[in-house]
């Protein structure tokens, strides 16, 4: 077998690439990938060098097994954040930056990471890949490895080349068979079931409705539109809008049906948008933007029309995104998401290793607490 380092998905193909990952993950398809590369969304500048991690037979150069892997100069986009071990190194004296992260960028979506051929020995091309990055890090200026939200099937895999597993959590809904909204507020508490009324009602009230797009049915004269909103947020909040405009328009056409755009409307005019994904089973929210102040605007275009739409599409899964207390009143579970993490300085890995144990601990407890202000009746619990 020969392993390689790719810095241009393109040297190794839609084809070559789709065959291994599959095109039912939105995330993890070539033309998603390829664009984030194509137009500036990765890259030296944003601290996100593609080193794609290849393995190919060394007769007829067919492609094994491949991990979506970058060179990392920052801790930017991950969404499992490192930022005080990076500051630990700093102090010390030493580098945390460069560092290898198997993840897609700025994408906390849970999703297969180690992509191996059919009929290939799984186990021992997933277990040599993984040694390849630890040689590359311990010949190289590398602190660090990390494969961020891999699927569970994996951790033994990291866990025995002596990575350790870092827990967090996200809250995603769950569709239990509901026939429509209204069946499915029906599995709330009194209060907490008005508390959602009352939400919905205020974009009724202010005469806001919406609409939903899919990539392939959103004019280019729209995306203008749909871009300001996307950057307002980041412009207010402070931030960097890592996604542009071209990577947009380029995935609405390659990847058609799994974009999809939520749109609100007052007085004719757009004022509002969430952007999301989908593929058979989930929805993935991912950003959102608006130019007016609707009370319970947010709630509505990134959260409600979300599962209106999973219902009416039967789609089992809604992960809207990071972080984000507030949605647990609003249906969506607690749930653990993981990390795997290797460091190549014994001293630090000792202490950050005794970190992420405590963290465990706590983020198990916080999970519990959760769970504890989660609105359905009692029974439903």
């Known amino acids: ?99 290898l992260v198997s993840a897609i960028p700025y994408t906390p979506v849970t999703g297969e990471r180690l992509f191996v051929a059919p009929g290939q020995d799984k186990h021992s091309i997933k277990s040599e890949m993984i040694n390849a990055l630890k040689q590359i890090a311990l010949n190289n200026q590398l602190s660090s490895i990390h494969c961020l939200f891999p699927p569970e099937d994996d951790y033994e895999n990291f866990i025995a080349q002596g990575f350790v597993s870092r827990l967090g959590c996200q809250f995603h809904w769950h569709n239990h068979n509901y026939e429509s909204f209204s069946h499915f507020l029906s599995t709330f508490a009194s209060r907490k079931r008005k508390n959602i009324l009352k939400e919905r009602k205020r974009c009724t009230d202010n005469n806001v409705t919406f609409e939903i797009l899919t990539g392939s049915q959103i004019a280019p ?76 605007l947010h709630f509505e275009t990134c959260y409600y029309q979300g599962i209106d739409y999973a219902i009416e599409h039967q789609l089992q899964l809604f992960e809207p995104g990071a972080q984000g207390e507030h949605k647990v009143s609003r249906g969506f579970i607690p749930t653990e998401t993981w990390s795997t993490h290797w460091i190549k300085d014994s001293d630090f890995k000792t202490a950050i290793f005794q970190f992420v144990d405590r963290e465990k601990e706590y983020m198990k407890i916080y999970i519990s607490e959760m769970n504890e202000h989660l609105p359905f009746k009692k029974a439903e619990k």
């Open 1 to 99: 077998m020969i392993i390689s380092f790719v810095n241009n998905i393109n040297d190794i193909g839609k084809t070559r690439w789709n065959t291994l990952t599959g095109t039912e993950s939105p995330f993890l398809r070539f033309e998603f990938l390829a664009a984030l590369e194509a137009h500036d969304c990765v890259g030296k500048d944003q601290g996100w060098i593609p080193q794609h991690l290849i393995i190919e037979d060394n007769e007829g150069g067919a492609l094994l097994g491949l991990m979506p892997l970058y060179l990392k100069y920052n801790s930017y986009g991950e969404l499992v954040f490192d930022w005080s071990w990076a500051d630990a190194y700093h102090q010390a004296g030493r580098a945390y930056y460069p560092k």
């Open 221 to 296: 004269d729209l995306w203008p539109t749909i871009y300001h909103f996307y950057q307002k947020t980041f412009i207010e909040k402070g931030g960097y809008a890592s996604f542009t405009q071209a990577f947009f328009e380029e995935i609405s056409q390659t990847m058609g049906d799994q974009l999809l755009v939520v749109l609100a409307v007052f007085k004719g005019k757009y004022v509002a948008s969430a952007i999301s994904y989908r593929n058979s089973e989930a929805l993935y929210g991912r950003h959102w933007g608006s130019s007016e102040d609707f009370n319970s």
